[in-house]
């Protein structure tokens, strides 16, 4: 059973804990069972003029009663996080998650570690600074105003960093260790681009491991539609191009129920398909993200992404905005190429009782037949 899941969850508390910064308490099932400090959860907004699901970091988990809290930042009238931040206890939501890979921790046991955050990536280093077990700091950077900084003092050390100087030190986190002469062996961190640039140069010249958590704009959430993106220096695995997936891999459950039985076969182009039920062209990957999400035997069809002759990187981020009941993407046709689409992608749908439609060029389809 994947650890991954789409639910309805019921709001326990919600309280504003700074200047457009919400705390809230949710009541799921397997979620906080199965979450780990790092990851996030995709909170939809029930709005109909808001297709896209809202990524927010997990701040605390209780697995013992089952909860799990969130904090995020209203980001401007009418948003789906102003949405959010109306809601009351007993109230629902359907959420999707828990998503994302998680920090390390049994990289860092035992070792002095930096928990760095700064303004909204603050949240997600609780949890991390909860379960950790290390000999823990946390420096956290803020614009002005506080928040959590004093839940941080139960399990780390705490230094705070503030552009205007209001408390702690003026600047932001680099100018607090370099002031405190702290020191680390490992760092984990979440927060602005500008920020973690800055540290990743920080730990190269200071031979830190360094784990960071990136945002970038999401539209699935699970690494199929490769709208989150972010240039890397490796070589990535999936699409055999210089970018790495933002939200990464994962999986779900949807349940079923029973029917009647009926003839749904047809047949397109000369091709008999069990049922008309075929996934869109891109939004779906090459199904294998999916695969534990839907079951791909109830589908008439695959429909995968674009598949060129050589591996393709696509547009540069931002790829996906959001409009009015609906949203706007230009991927750019990031691929793998052909020779890693038959060796991996073909060779997993054929598990499957379901047709494979390939986009690609004639020459290359023809080595699929």
Known sequence: MSTKQRKTLTVISQEEIGRDIYSLWLQTDQMAQNARPGQFLSLYTGDGSKLLPRPISICEIDKEDSKIRLVYRVTGKNTGTEGFSRLKPGEKIEALGPLGNGFPLEEAEGKKVFLIGGGIGIPPMLETAKQLKAEKTAVLGYRDELFLNDEFTRYADVYVATEDGSAGTKGNVLNAICERGLEAEVIFACGPTPMLRALKEYAAEKNITCWISMEERMACGIGACLGCVCKSKEIDAHSLVHNKRVCKRWTGILEHGGGVMINTKVTLAGVELKNPVMTASGTFGSGAE???????????????????NVPWPGNPTPRVTETASGMLNAIGLQNPGIDLFCRRDIPFLKQYDTKINCKCLWKEYRRLL
């Not at 534990?292 to 589908?299: G, I, P, R, S, T």
């Open 290 to 308: 999916y695969s534990e999400f839907v079951d791909l035997n109830k589908l008439g069809g695959v429909v995968t992404k674009g598949v060129a």
